[in-house]
C-alpha cells in the first residue's frame, strides 16, 4: 500500500510539474520548490526528464492512435507512458492503472475510458520497433523547429550525433576544490576528466556512482562542486589576476564566479546576479569552497556600478540552452523563434550595459550555452560593429560530447 501511495504522489508530481511547465516555468524551479519534488526528486527528476528525453517518440506514438488530443490528456498519457516504456521499476500494468485512476477521480469516467484505451494500446508496444516508421525529427528527438534549423547547418551524420549527445545522460562531474588524496578517488570509483580544450589548473573528476562521492561529504565539506568541465572556459579565456578589479555579472549560483576567485587568488571580484534567491546559493556554495572573499550584488542585469569600474568581466548571459540538452532535456523544447528573438534582444541589452563597465585595456568574456549563431557569433560581431573601442581576441564554439556540454565564448578587449 506504501509503495502504491509514493507511485501515486510521483505520477501526480511529475503531471503537475509539467503543467506548470506548459505555463513557462523552469523544470528545475519546479524541482527545487514543489514539496513533493523536493521529497522525491531523484524519482520525478527521472521521469520527467526521461519524458523529454523521449518526447518526440512518446507524441508520435500517441498520434497513431489519437489525434488532436487534448493537452492535459495528452500530458497525463505521456507520462504513463514514460513510465511503461522506459522505467522498469514499475511495471506496465501498473503505470496504465495510476493514470487511469488518476484520469477517472479527476476527469470523469469518460475521459478515463479515452486514456485506458489508448494507454493499452501503446505500453504494449516496443518503442524501438514504433522508432523505425518515425520521421528523421522523432528519431533524433528533436522539436521539428530545430530540426529544421540544424539540418541546414550540419550534415545528416553530423546532426545524428548531435542529436544522440544530447539525447544521452549527463555524466556526474565535479572539480576539485581542495586536494583529495588520488587512492580516494579510486575507491570512490572516480576518474579524471579529459577534454578537448583546456581545463588546467582546474582539475575535474567523474563517475558512474555518485553515491559514492556524496557518502563520502566531499561536497558538504567544500571539497568538490559539481558541475560540467566546461563551465570553467569562460573564466580560463577571462584569466583575472590579483591585481585586476573583475566582476562576475551573471553570477549565481556561483560556479564560475568560485572558478575566478581560485584563479586570481585574492584582487577583488565582484558577485553579481538579477536574483536574490539564486543569490542564497552563492552564499551558500562560496561559503563552503573556501576559495576566496567575493563582495555579493543584487541588481537588474548586474549593472549597479559606474562605468569604467572593472579590468575584467564575466558575461554569462540568459540563452535558449541549446547546448545543455542533457542536463537541461526540457530546453530544447521550449525552443521557439519569437523566444529566441526575445532572448537575443535581451543578451544585447545585458552585453552593452556591461560593456560599458569596462575600463580601457579591459577584457570582457561573452559566454553562453547555446549553439545558436544567433546567441553567439552573430550577437558578439554586431556588437563589435556597432562598437569599434571594442575588438574580438578570440572566440569558440564548444559542442556537446561525451565528457561535456556545449558553450560559446568570445574575449572582447576595450581598446
Not at 497525463?76 to 503505470?95: M, N, Q, R, Y
Not at 552563492?282 to 548586474?302: M, Y
Not at 535558449?320 to 544585447?348: C, E
Request: net charge neutral; charged share 30%; glycine share 4%.
Amino acid at each position: 500500500m506504501e509503495k502504491e501511495n509514493i507511485s501515486s504522489v510521483i505520477f501526480k508530481t511529475a503531471l503537475d510539474g509539467l503543467e506548470v511547465w506548459d505555463k513557462g516555468v523552469m523544470l528545475d524551479s519546479f524541482l527545487d520548490e514543489d514539496p513533493n519534488a523536493t521529497k522525491y526528486r531523484r524519482s520525478i527528476s527521472s521521469l520527467l526528464y526521461t519524458y523529454f528525453r523521449n518526447r518526440a517518440l512518446i507524441e508520435f506514438a500517441i498520434a497513431k492512435f489519437a489525434r488532436d488530443v487534448d493537452r492535459k490528456f495528452m500530458t497525463l498519457i505521456s507520462v504513463a507512458l514514460t513510465e511503461a516504456w522506459f522505467h522498469t521499476g514499475i511495471p506496465k500494468e501498473i503505470a496504465v492503472n495510476l493514470a487511469v485512476d488518476y484520469a477517472h477521480r479527476r476527469y470523469g469516467s469518460r475521459p478515463a475510458g479515452f486514456i485506458n484505451a489508448v494507454l493499452r494500446r501503446t505500453a504494449s508496444m516496443n518503442p524501438a520497433e514504433i522508432e523505425k516508421d518515425a520521421p528523421p525529427e522523432v528519431k533524433l528527438n528533436l522539436p521539428a523547429v530545430l530540426y529544421k534549423r540544424w539540418k541546414e547547418r550540419w550534415s545528416e551524420a553530423e546532426l545524428a550525433n548531435f542529436a544522440k549527445t544530447l539525447r544521452s545522460k549527463p555524466p556526474f562531474t565535479f572539480r576539485l576544490l581542495t586536494e583529495i588524496h588520488e587512492d580516494e578517488l579510486k575507491e570512490a570509483d572516480c576518474h579524471e576528466v579529459k577534454t578537448d580544450f583546456k581545463l588546467a589548473p582546474f582539475r575535474f573528476y567523474g563517475t558512474d556512482h555518485p553515491e559514492n562521492v556524496f557518502r563520502r561529504k566531499w561536497l558538504e565539506e567544500g571539497k568538490i562542486y559539481v558541475q560540467d568541465p566546461v563551465t570553467v572556459f569562460s573564466a580560463l579565456l577571462l584569466n583575472p589576476t590579483q591585481n585586476d578589479i573583475a566582476a562576475d555579472l551573471c553570477a549565481a549560483p556561483g560556479g564560475k564566479a568560485m572558478a575566478l576567485a581560485e584563479l586570481m587568488n585574492g584582487g577583488t571580484l565582484i558577485a553579481s546576479d538579477s536574483s536574490f534567491d539564486r543569490q542564497k546559493r552563492t552564499v551558500e556554495n562560496f561559503a563552503k569552497s573556501k576559495c576566496g572573499d567575493i563582495s555579493l550584488v543584487v541588481s537588474s542585469d548586474g549593472m549597479a556600478f559606474k562605468e569604467s569600474s572593472f579590468d575584467a568581466i564575466l558575461l554569462d548571459v540568459p540563452c535558449s540552452n541549446t547546448g545543455v540538452g542533457r542536463h537541461k532535456p526540457d530546453a530544447l523544447w521550449r525552443f521557439s523563434i519569437p523566444r529566441l528573438n526575445g532572448i537575443v534582444k535581451d543578451q544585447k541589452r545585458i552585453l552593452y550595459g556591461a560593456a560599458k563597465l569596462l575600463k580601457p585595456g579591459g577584457r570582457l568574456v561573452y559566454s553562453t550555452c547555446s549553439v545558436e549563431s544567433e546567441e553567439n557569433s552573430v550577437q558578439v560581431k554586431k556588437f563589435i560593429s556597432e562598437k569599434p573601442q571594442y575588438i574580438l581576441k578570440e572566440e569558440k564554439l564548444i559542442l556537446p560530447s561525451e565528457t561535456n556540454d556545449g558553450a560559446y565564448v568570445a574575449l572582447v578587449e576595450k581598446i
